[in-house]
């Protein structure tokens, strides 16, 4: 049973409007969650993170919202632009007595179109 | 990104074979570790290394064999492998136990015949 899930397989935006990429989450354990982001034939990269103590985090275009009653989060980027275009993962954790695992969603492809 | 190196990046074999993919960081990282990512499916962790000891094997087949050296390096051995071990297979590190973030590598796409 999935604990991350993202139930959007795919977004297309135009360029320059929001791109809202959204993660469900069933663990109440959870409390530090990640965004990363992939291009095809790399690895996936960090993007942004939030601990469960706020409910927002921003870097630049990018922002996390924290919804811990709906155990839901979004990454929000704006304005898009077409570099962003990757596969988008959504990655939870439960830092107490923690062995390190992430748990992941199987990402939402993200298309942003000129 | 260079900091987690992963050779090599594409390996075809047979399911009889032995082969061994390998991880680098350069990040002075305490933790490392091992995730399959299958088509149409989340990446998942297969071991945890800290310190060079291993602190998770989540229920892996045996023909998948880690090893871990020293903090910077970081094995799969491989044996007698199924096609359905047909996946991406990534490699992270964090500072300690437990940090986030992790840093990947840019993972080795392995076809099995």
């Known amino acids: 049973d999935q604990q991350v899930k993202q139930n959007s397989p795919s977004l297309s935006v135009q360029e320059g409007r929001i791109s809202i990429l959204n993660c469900d989450y069933t663990?109440?354990?959870?409390?530090?969650f990640l965004w990363y982001k992939k291009y095809p034939a790399e690895g996936p990269t960090f993007l942004i993170s939030?601990?469960?103590?706020?409910d927002k985090n921003e870097d630049g275009r990018f922002t996390v919202f924290l919804n811990k009653s709906a155990k839901h989060l979004s990454l929000h980027i704006v304005p898009s632009q077409p570099g962003d275009s990757a596969v988008y993962f959504c990655?939870?954790?439960?830092?107490?007595?923690?062995?390190?695992?992430?748990?992941f969603g199987k990402g939402t492809k993200l298309s942003v179109k000129p | 990104e260079t900091g987690v190196t992963q050779t090599p990046r594409h390996l075809v074999m047979g399911m009889t074979n032995k082969k061994s993919l390998k991880c680098e960081q350069h990040?002075?990282?305490?933790?490392m570790y091992w995730y399959k990512q299958s088509a149409k499916k989340p990446l998942e962790l297969m071991f945890v290394?800290?310190?060079?000891?291993?602190?998770e094997n989540n229920s892996v087949p045996s023909r998948f064999s880690p090893e871990c050296p020293n903090s910077s390096h970081l094995f799969l051995h491989l044996h007698t492998l199924q096609p359905e071990d047909s996946a991406l297979y990534l490699c992270?590190?964090?500072?300690?136990?437990?940090?986030?973030?992790?840093?990947f590598g840019d993972g080795t796409r392995l076809s099995i015949l």
């Open positions: 939030i601990s469960s103590i706020k």
């Open positions: 990655a939870a954790s439960a830092q107490g007595g923690s062995q390190g695992n992430l748990i």
């Open positions: 290394y800290s310190l060079e000891e291993r602190v």
């Open positions: 992270a590190s964090s500072q300690y136990l437990g940090s986030q973030p992790q840093h």
């Open positions: 990040l002075g990282h305490n933790a």
């Open positions: 663990n109440s354990m959870f409390d530090y």
